[in-house]
């Protein structure tokens, strides 16, 4: 069954930076593209990032472009995400989600992992 | 980017009732090419990432109870539950992926 498994959360003090990881399994890694999205306690879903299956294509929320990057490791079914200049607006559950392929899904995202908490205080 | 607006932010139905929400988009979701609509249903419950329940705003997942079902198009959607059941209680959110990702505020279901 599908699997993802975000790691690397912690509390880290304001302007600092975080490297999250998520491990996949279950389905074919490298063929599907992945997002992160985050939840602040208590509030909605907020889009953060997206790569591409091959990881050429990137996207960004203007909230995190130039302070975020996402990446991958196809052979090691891994995603990550490096969370530089980090501020109180950052605090949040980060979730990798995986998009649905295209003919079916249309793209829209069918599967999330547990998530894992980012704090950001000093 | 297209805002997604939920109503309500929260509703209390009596089990067996029917519970009804409703998602407008700041812009058609409706792709010319495909005909179909960019818009998906997620339930969330306390402590646990969001399921997908519908996507191309009526097509049910695999597993999804047929109690839930979606309607809708362009910018008006909705999500009716047909007869809730205890284990319903979640927020709702509704997510257009025809753009940048966005998702609706979210609606809390309780029970009454």
């Known amino acids: 069954q599908v699997q993802l498994v975000e790691s690397g959360g912690d509390v880290v003090q304001p302007g600092r930076s975080l490297r999250l990881s998520c491990a996949a399994s279950g389905f074919t890694f490298s063929l599907y593209g992945i997002h992160w999205v985050r939840q602040a306690p208590g509030k909605g879903l907020e889009w953060v990032a997206y790569?591409?299956?091959?990881?050429?294509?990137?996207s960004y929320a203007d909230s995190v472009k130039g302070r975020f990057t996402v990446s991958r490791d196809n052979s090691k079914s891994t995603l990550y995400l490096q969370m530089n200049s980090l501020t109180a607006e950052d605090t949040a559950v980060y979730y990798c989600?995986?998009?649905?392929?295209?003919?079916?899904?249309?793209?829209?995202?069918?599967?999330w992992g547990q998530g894992t908490l980012v704090t950001v205080s000093s | 980017d297209i805002v997604m607006t939920q109503s309500p932010d929260s509703l209390a139905v009596s089990l067996g009732e029917r519970a009804t929400i409703n998602c407008k988009s700041s812009?058609?979701?409706?792709?010319?090419?495909?005909?179909?609509?960019?818009l998906a249903w997620y339930q969330q419950k306390p402590g646990q990432p969001p399921k997908l329940l519908i996507y191309w705003a009526s097509t049910r997942e695999s597993g999804i109870p047929d109690r839930f079902s979606g309607s809708g198009s362009g910018t008006d959607f909705t999500l009716t539950i047909s007869s809730l059941q205890a284990e319903d209680v979640a927020v709702y959110y509704c997510?257009?992926?025809?753009?940048?990702?966005?998702f609706g505020g979210g609606t809390k279901v309780e029970i009454k």
């Open positions: 812009q058609s979701v409706l792709h010319s090419s495909n005909n179909k609509n960019y």
């Open positions: 790569i591409s299956h091959g990881g050429t294509a990137k």
């Open positions: 997510h257009q992926y025809l753009g940048t990702l966005t």
């Open positions: 989600a995986k998009k649905g392929d295209d003919r079916t899904y249309g793209g829209s995202i069918d599967f």
